[in-house]
C-alpha cells in the first residue's frame, strides 16, 4: 500500500533526508520518500501491517525532529 501524508513543522532538508532514511530501515516498509520542499512523505509499506508500520514512522519522525508532525 502507498499513501501520502502531508508533514508540519519539518525544519530542514538534512531531517527529511535522516528521517527517510530511518523509515526505510523499518521492518515492512518497501519504499519512503521525505521531501523537505514540498513538506510531503509517501511510505509504501505492506497492506496487512500499515497502520503497526505508521505508527513505527511517528515515533522515528518524532526522533530525528521532535517537532515535526505527520498530518493523517
Not at 530511518?22 to 521525505?34: P, R
Not at 513538506?39 to 496487512?48: C, E, G, P, S, Y
Given at each position: 500500500?502507498?499513501?501520502?501524508?502531508?508533514?508540519?513543522?519539518?525544519?530542514?532538508?538534512?531531517?527529511?533526508?535522516?528521517?527517510?532514511?530511518?523509515?526505510?530501515?523499518?521492518?515492512?516498509?518497501?519504499?519512503?520518500?521525505?521531501?523537505?520542499?514540498?513538506?510531503?512523505?509517501?511510505?509504501?509499506?505492506?497492506?496487512?501491517?500499515?497502520?503497526?508500520?505508521?505508527?513505527?514512522?511517528?515515533e522515528?519522525?518524532?526522533?530525528?525532529?521532535?517537532?515535526?508532525?505527520?498530518?493523517?
Amino acid at each position: 500500500m502507498k499513501k501520502k501524508f502531508k508533514l508540519q513543522d519539518l525544519d530542514c532538508a538534512n531531517c527529511a533526508q535522516k528521517m527517510e532514511d530511518a523509515i526505510k530501515k523499518l521492518d515492512g516498509v518497501n519504499d519512503a520518500s521525505v521531501n523537505f520542499m514540498t513538506q510531503k512523505m509517501i511510505i509504501d509499506a505492506d497492506d496487512a501491517r500499515f497502520d503497526d508500520i505508521m505508527k513505527q514512522v511517528q515515533e522515528t519522525c518524532k526522533k530525528v525532529e521532535p517537532d515535526c508532525r505527520i498530518i493523517m
